[in-house]
């Protein structure tokens, strides 16, 4: 549960949260869970592609609206999470988006990517205070994207 204390620090850091980050985001869980790629066949998954990139601006806004719905994510994110679950519905022999794992791990894996994200651009703005209130944040906006598989 995210305490009022962490409300205010999550509002706080996201001001300095920019557009890219998201498909920074995108390109470091494209390299380092290469399994998640399988996800984006009809995507151009170079270095600075122009899809990437806009796909990165759609999470980045999915996520401040998050923001502005602290208090109400399961139905701010509610047709995310559908979309999610058409779009990440993964044959059980083929986990290839969570690496092998649960398919509702892959969400947390791009959380954990765009705190590294976040950290490398917000340096000491990027508190331990803003690390955690962040990393609950993120842990409830995958659990709610993850919802449909339960
Ligand atoms: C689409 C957000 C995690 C795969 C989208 C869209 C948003 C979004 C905003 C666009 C929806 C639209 O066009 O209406 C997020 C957020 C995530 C997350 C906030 C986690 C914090 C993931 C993960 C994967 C994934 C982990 C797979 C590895 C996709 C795919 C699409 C999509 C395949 C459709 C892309 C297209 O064809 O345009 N997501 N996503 N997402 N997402 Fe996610």
Redesign the pocket.
Known sequence: MLTAENKKVIQQVWEKVKEDFGAEALER?FCTYPQ?KT??P?FDLKHGSDQVRN?GK??V???STAVKNLDNLSQALAE?SN??AY??RVDPEHRG?SGGAEPRF??Q???QC?QVVMAVHLGKDYTPEAHAAIDKF?TA??AV?AEKYR
Do not use: D
């Open positions: 869980l998640t996800y984006f009809h796909h759609k999470v806004n999915a996520l995310l979309l999610h779009n990440l988006c892959a969400f894996l791009l959380a765009f993120l906006v995958a994207l």
